[in-house]
Every structure is written in structure tokens, then in C-alpha cells.
């Protein structure tokens, strides 16, 4: 509880700029908290005597209309001032508001505030650690508080209040030894935000509090309990609902009857009903909006009661994974007659090891970062009982330091964490669950221990891309100048002695000399090595080369057996370079014990140094592991790999990069899959690239004469729902004019339609260029349209979270935006093809997948150049239709689609229900102004 006498003063403004020194208040407002009750507040317009800028009345409501009979700054700065004297100051990135208040302050010639100030966005950082994110509407929505006028510096002042309120309740029902360890961790917190975690713990030791029954402390940890599930008793044998008036029973009242639905269900229990080696595999295609999850998952529900058999399930993605999971364990497991079970499985990397946990806490390594990241788990490790670090919102977390957490304890029956592990409680699960869903990266990686026990059924899920995850998986890149210029610089700086510097910081610690002699001497043997590897590549592969360089850049092929004699001549390096980097981890283990010896002896600017030198050795660490990725890709997959030089000139010396991996999955499959698994039911909403094309079958290793396949029809009313408008005068794709005809085209239906529009490239450069020009336009400017660009404005899932809260976007996005994307109702209305995806033309690998084809006898563009732009058209036609209410246009400037032979091909595999339209330019705005017009009625 909070003591009375504490007010909190939750602080918030809205200012005309996001600098102190140039920007102006126009809002401010304060919401006074004390024992946990919002006791008053204060809230006024301001007048900055100045324009408020455009982008800033967009985001606040703010006009200069607004705010024009409203006080200045001046005329309530001794009133606000007094106001928050004695009062603990808080705000939602408190580093902002503070400093910008108090310059306003300095202005007027009163002195700056010097209160407590505590920040909400670190502590709701830590005490929800796996919230999705951490902007104050995300936390509102997150916590369900209401607030209706986000950045309105009123509603998001109380909004915050309402935060701090929740914060402190949660830390204080923390366990004491989880306030304890927040409290001895080196926590570099933003001004006196630690104080919350300190004061708690005062309180607690004051008044112990009961252990919550749920949690159990071990080695000073407080954990989640984990009990054994029940063993799941299902002895009766119940009939499968194959008739509508079954099946409707079976279904209602949460779920709906769907004849196509249905259909897929018999279709998957009558091929499996009963197993005999003439079962086949089973290729379905199930169009979007049809439940093709509850569609396969309660057949097989059936069949693994049944026969006692599991049923892996793959998805493309962990997010899918979970998805589908949550399916079995609610929606599916509530209206069946019998109890199911479905456990995620990952791999050992992305669990939480308590023994790696628990030495961690007692190490510093001098970053600050990676102490918020301990205290991030300390309160996780109450809530979690899985132990998944995917669940965790994780900033600047470096992947050598979560490998680290993630490793099993040399002596695991030694550790007093035995049992207890969280990788355990999975095994656990899997044992007692009928559905096992994981990736497609961790059924490649693990088939022969998924079905080690009696063969279990198989689901592709999206099996279009089981075939890339492989690929993708297997592809490295080994940048041998980078690498020796990490190796280098990190010498220098471990032998330079000035203030600061990572020498200095050695000699500091308990044996520093020996540490600096060793670190020395490993990295010159590290740096003569890799120079050395590094020059009979060059002699070997590139100076017999007589591929010209364009614009300073070469590629040469490597064939697969003069590799493989390389390694083997050069097995000595290598073998020397892995000694030397095993050494390296170990010295520096033995450095961050020292060093974690002498807490509070260094600054704050030299712990920093000393996480700046440990990630230069992760990069260095990281090479090196590459290199042997490298060698195990020839010994597992000779005849279906590629490898290729990159030579790029430089003025000083030539930069070397390799790059390889796996080619294709021709024969993949057939040997690390299949032979663990009964026949496996492919499914997806976009298998099929044409009516006679073999493309799925064959990178999926599958007799087409062996198989059974059924293509459901669509069941959107793509008529009424959607058109797909086709520019027929759209210039040429390579014309230098062509990214200008894009941005015009692109502001012309934005700032007409007004929509959330999704706009897909094929190019990152294009993506780039056509952002550039929208962000200059003047038209778009004075529009309520706002452009957001993949790679400038965040990564995907910072995109994608945005178009699913926001309205006006227009979001520029490649590659992954084409598929797997969720967009329903307003999300997006309009979709945007700038050309027809084909992959980048002339790569290494695509020249590779020519030549394989082609000594096959077979044709690479129309038998897989092609079936790849067709899968990956309808998946991008596939992001506007989501619902069976949902409407909208795809429009793709590209005339290929009408004036070249493949361009009918390309049409013919999309829904056959879907209109297509062939327009000018010109003509295009006006459509798809009435298209809106007429569903908007």
C-alpha cells in the first residue's frame, strides 16, 4: 500500500514539437494519485503563440483555433508549478515531459523541478513483460482501462494515472524474493524508478506476505508450480459425425454448420478411417474464410481417439502455431463429446533454462540493457508455466546472451532446478496430448523424434511453404573481411591502455594481465587464420574466375566437389579457427566472473564499453559457427546444394563474402520426413499454381500419381466483395519512369479512397524509392493519409499492429506482406500490386535452379519461375478478402498481365467468381471512387 503522504503526480503534454528546445506546449495536464485513488485533476489548452504543425493537429485534434483564446504558458506556469512542488512526478516516458517542463519553466525564470520522477514505461516493461507492446494505448487496451482520446494530454494523463494505480498494486504482490532480486540487480533505471521496486520490498519485509499457492521458491527464484496433466481417458469409442444433422449437434450452439466445411472433414476421415499401405497422401486446397483449421483438426480429433495415434501438426510460423493450438484447447475441445489436448513444441533454444537463469543473476555483465532483461524474467518466471521466451517483449536482447539462458546445466540431475525445467514440463505435455503442433522449421529439424513412437498422422498446414522454411533454414552468409575486421578491432581495442578503453577496464579485475595476455594472443592467432582462409578462397575460386565485375561486384559459382576438397585441404585452419573460438568463450566467461566480483566499481560509461566488447566477440563467435554450418551443408546435402563467391571491390583491399546452402528439396522429404509419419494431409488456402502443373508435388517429394487431391471452390462472393482492376497502359516495369507512375497512381487512389491500403513490392529499392517520392509529395502532405514503409517505419509485426489500430495508413511493404497476413474488415480495403512477383531475375541461385532444370530436360520459367509468381499472386490477392462482410479493389500496374502469354495463366488462377477489369490509368481513380461509393451505401 501506499503511504498517504505519497501524491503522485501524473504528468502529461502535448507540444508543438518533440524537442525541448524548439517545440512549444499546447496541452498539459496532471491527474493526482494517492493510495491508489485518483484524488484530482488538472488539465488547461495552452497558447504557443506560434502555428501548430500540421502532422501534429493530425495526431492531437489540437487547432490553432483551439487553442488561440487559451492561456500562455506564462499565465499558468507559477500555478502548474506549485502544483507539482513535493509531489513524486510520473509520467509515460518521463525523460520527455520532465525536461521539457522544466525548460518551459527556466523560461519564465522559475526554478526547474526537482522532484522524485518515476517512469510508467519501464515499470511496464518489467511487470508485463509479455504485454504486445508498450505504448500507452497499447497498455490501455491491454489492461482493458478506457480511454477515449489517446494523445488528448487530459484523457492520456488520467489513462496513465489508471497505469501507475495498476503497477504499484502489481508490485506489490510480488514475492519478497522476487523484490529482492529486482532490488540487487544492477538496474540503471530512468531517475528514481527503481525507488517503486524498493519501497515495495520495505513494505513486504515490514509486513511478510504469504506466499501465493501457486508459486513455489527454489535457490531463491519464485516460479509458477507445474503439475502433470491428467492422462487424457477417452476408452469409449465414439462415432464420427459424417451426416449434416450429426455434425450440426456436434457443432452447435458456438459454432456454425458449413457444407464445404464439412465435406473437407469427411473427405480427411473416410481416407484415414482405416489405414493400409494404399493410403495415400491427401492434397487439399481450402480457400480463405472456409475454417479449414476446425476443418481438419476435428476429423483428426476423431482418428487419434480412434487408432491412439498423435497428430503433428506444421504451420509456416510460430504465430500460427500457437493459433492453432488455442483451437484444439477451446474452440474444438468445447463442443467435442470426448477430452483433446494440444501442446506447441519448440526446440530447447527458446526456453528458459533455471540453472543458466539463476548463474546469470549472479554475473554483470556492464550492460544495462541485459539487467532490465533479468528483471524482465524475475517477474515472468511468477506468471509463466511454460517457460517460452517467445512470449516475452524483449528489447536489445543480443542472441549469444539468450543462447546462454537457453543452455542446459553441465550436471543437470546436479542443479536444484532439477525436474523443474521448463524444456521438462514440455516433454511432459507431449507425452499427454493427442496434437502436437509445431513449425515447419522444427519438423524438418526433429521428424524422426516426433514419430519415434507408433507413426503419428501428419498435417502440412500451408504446405506451399514447407519447401522455402527448408531452404531458407539451410542458407548462410560468411562475410570473411567483416569477420577479420571484428577480430582485428577487438585486438586493438584489448591491448590499448587509455581511460575507458576495454585494456584499461582489465587491469582492473583480479588477474586483468593474464586476461589481456590471453585475449591477445587468442585473437592474433584468430586474425592470421581467418586471413589465411580467407586468401586460398580467393586463389581457389576467384582468381581463375573470368566473370567480369559489374560496378565493382563479381559472383562465381563453387562447385559442390571443389568446395568439398577445399575444406578437406584446409581441415587444419579450420579446425585451429573452432580451437580459438571455444577459447575465446571460455576467457571471456572468466572475465565476467571477475568482473562481477567487483560490483559498483566501474562507471556506468565502462560497463557500457566492456557490453560493446562482449557483442564484438559474439559476432566473432558467430562467424566461426557459420563456417562449420557451411561444411555440415556438404556432408548432408552434396547433390542439392549451391555456393557462390561475392567479390566486392574496395579502394583498400577486396572484400570476400561465401554464401550457400540448399538448392532445392527435390529428394528432402522423401528421405528426413516422410518415413517417420503416415501418409501426411497437405493443406492451404493456395497449393495449386495451375491445373496441370507438378511444381507443388515435386518440391514437396510427392507422387502424383500416388496422391489424392480435391480443390474446394472459393466461398467468397468475390463478385459482389471485390474487383481486381488491371492498369493496361502501365509503362514498362524496368522503364526509369516507372516508380514517378507509381507514387502518382499510389497518392491519386489513397487521397480520393481515404482507405487503410496495403501497397506490395518485389523490390526493396523500388519499396524505397516510390516511399521517398510520397514522403515529398505535396498532394499527400495535405491529406489525412499517413505512409509507413517496411524496413524505415518498423518491421512487419510494428506495421501490421498499426494497420490493425489505425485508419489512413498506406503501408509499403515486401516479401513477408504477401502472405500470412490478417487483415480483415477496415484493416485494409485496398490492395496495390506495383508487378507481378517474380523473384529477382539473374541471382546465383535462381542461374542455379536453371541449370538444374535444364539438365532434367525441363523448362525453369514455366516450371518454376512461374509457378512461383502464380503462388505468390493469389497469396497477395489473398490479403483483401478476409470475411465474408469484407470488401474492396486489388489494382496491379503491370501490363504483363494482359500483353504476354503468362499473363493468362496468371489470371486464370485467380478466383474464378472475382472481377477482373482491364482500365487506363486514367480511368482507374474514377472506378475504384465508385467501387467505395456503392459499398459504402
Known sequence: MMQNKDIYAVVDLETTRTTAQEGRIIQVAIAFVQNNTVINQFSTLVNPQSNIPRNITKLTGITDEMVKSAPTFKDV???????????????????????????????????????????????????????????LSDLTQYLKFEHKRPHQADSDALATAM??????????????????????????LVRDTKRVFEKALHINQATPQPLPKQLQVISGLAIRRFSNPTPLSNKNSYVY?????????????????????????????????????????????????????????????????????????????????????????????????????????????????????????????????????????????????????????????????LHKLTQSANN????????????????????RAQFLVVNHAYLASYARELGRNQKPFLVLDEAQSLPDAVINQSRQTLDFDRWRANTQFAYSTVMADSQHNVGAILKRLPGGNNFQAHLGDNLQALQAAEMLLKKTMYRHFLLSSKTPP?????EAAVEVPLLAQYWID????????????????????????????????????????LADFRRLLNAISNAENQLVTFQQI????????????????????????????????????????????????????????????????????????????????????????????????????NDSRYGAYLAKQIIALTTTVQENTLVLFTSHEMLQHVFSLLQNSHQFAQSNMTVLAQGISGGPQKLLKRMQKEQHLVVLGAASFWEGIDLPDQQVRMVLMTRIPFEQPDSMVQKAEEAVLLSEGKQPFYQN???????????????????????????????????????????????????QVELNSTEIVDNVREFFVKHHK
Not at 502489481?170 to 529482492?180: A, E, I, K, Y
Not at 540431475?413 to 521448463?422: R, T, V
Open 865 to 915: 519461375t512461374l509457378p512461383k509468381a502464380v503462388l505468390k499472386l493469389r497469396q497477395g490477392v489473398g490479403r483483401l478478402i478476409r470475411r465474408q462482410d469484407d470488401y474492396g479493389v486489388i489494382v496491379i500496374f503491370d501490363s504483363r498481365m494482359l500483353n504476354k502469354r503468362y499473363g493468362k495463366t496468371l489470371q486464370k488462377m485467380l478466383p474464378k467468381e472475382l472481377p
Open 241 to 401: 459425425p459424417a451426416k449434416k444433422a450429426n455434425m450440426e449437434q456436434i457443432l452447435a450452439p458456438e459454432l456454425k454448420y458449413s457444407a464445404q466445411q464439412a465435406k473437407l472433414m469427411n473427405l480427411i476421415y473416410e481416407h484415414y478411417h482405416e489405414l493400409n499401405e494404399e493410403t495415400t497422401p491427401l492434397v487439399l486446397e481450402a480457400p480463405t474464410g472456409m475454417g479449414k483449421t476446425l476443418g481438419y483438426l476435428l476429423p483428426y480429433a476423431y482418428l487419434a481417439n480412434e487408432q491412439g495415434r498423435s497428430v503433428v501438426i506444421a504451420t509456416p510460423t510460430i504465430n500460427l502455431q500457437h493459433q492453432v493450438v488455442d483451437v484444439v484447447n477451446n474452440e474444438l475441445n468445447n463442443i467435442l463429446p470426448f477430452d483433446i489436448r494440444g501442446v506447441s513444441l519448440k526446440g530447447k533454444s527458446h526456453f528458459l533454462n533455471l540453472q543458466s537463469f539463476y548463474r546469470a543473476l549472479q554475473v554483470d555483465e556492464g550492460s544495462a540493457s541485459l539487467q532490465f532483461i533479468k528483471a524482465q524474467i524475475l517477474v515472468w518466471l511468477t506468471e509463466t508455466l511454460t517457460g517460452d521466451l517467445d512470449d516475452l517483449n524483449l528489447n536489445n536482447a543480443s542472441e549469444r546472451f
Open 412 to 431: 543437470p540431475a546436479g542443479s536444484n532446478f532439477y525436474g523443474h525445467e521448463f524444456w521438462e514440463r514440455q516433454e511432459i505435455m507431449a507425452q
Open 550 to 554: 559489374t560496378d565493382g561486384r563479381r
Open 634 to 733: 556438404l556432408v548432408d546435402f552434396p547433390s542439392a546444394s549451391v555456393f557462390w563467391i561475392t567479390e566486392i571491390s574496395r579502394q583498400e583491399e577486396n572484400h570476400i563474402i561465401l554464401s550457400g546452402g540448399l538448392l532445392h528439396t527435390f529428394d528432402y522429404f522423401k528421405t528426413r520426413v516422410y518415413p517417420y509419419f503416415e501418409p501426411a494431409t497437405l493443406v492451404g488456402a493456395t497449393l495449386f499454381t495451375s491445373s496441370k502443373s507438378t511444381y507443388l508435388y515435386d518440391r514437396l517429394n510427392i507422387d502424383r500419381s500416388q496422391s489424392t487431391s480435391f480443390r474446394f471452390p472459393e466461398v467468397f462472393d468475390y463478385a459482389k466483395q471485390a474487383e481486381f482492376i488491371i492498369a493496361k497502359d502501365a509503362p514498362d516495369v
Open 163 to 188: 497505469l501507475l494505480i495498476e503497477i504499484l498494486k502489481q508490485v506489490n504482490s510480488l514475492p519478497m524474493v522476487t523484490l529482492q532480486g529486482l532490488v540487487d540487480l544492477p538496474l540503471a
Open 570 to 609: 584446409q581441415a587444419d585452419t579450420t579446425q585451429a579457427i573452432h580451437q580459438l573460438a571455444l577459447q575465446l568463450d571460455d576467457i571471456l566467461d572468466d572475465i565476467m566472473s571477475a568482473f562481477s566480483q567487483l560490483k559498483g566499481a566501474f562507471t556506468l560509461e565502462e560497463r557500457q564499453t
Open 77 to 135: 506556469a507559477i500555478t502548474l508549478h506549485a502544483m507539482l512542488v513535493g509531489t513524486i512526478f510520473v509520467a509515460h516516458n518521463v525523460n520527455f515531459d520532465l525536461p521539457f517542463l522544466n525548460l518551459a519553466f527556466e523560461r519564465e525564470n522559475i526554478t526547474p523541478l526537482k522532484n522524485l520522477a518515476l517512469d510508467t514505461v519501464q515499470l511496464s516493461q518489467i511487470i508485463w513483460p509479455t504485454a504486445p507492446g508498450y505504448r
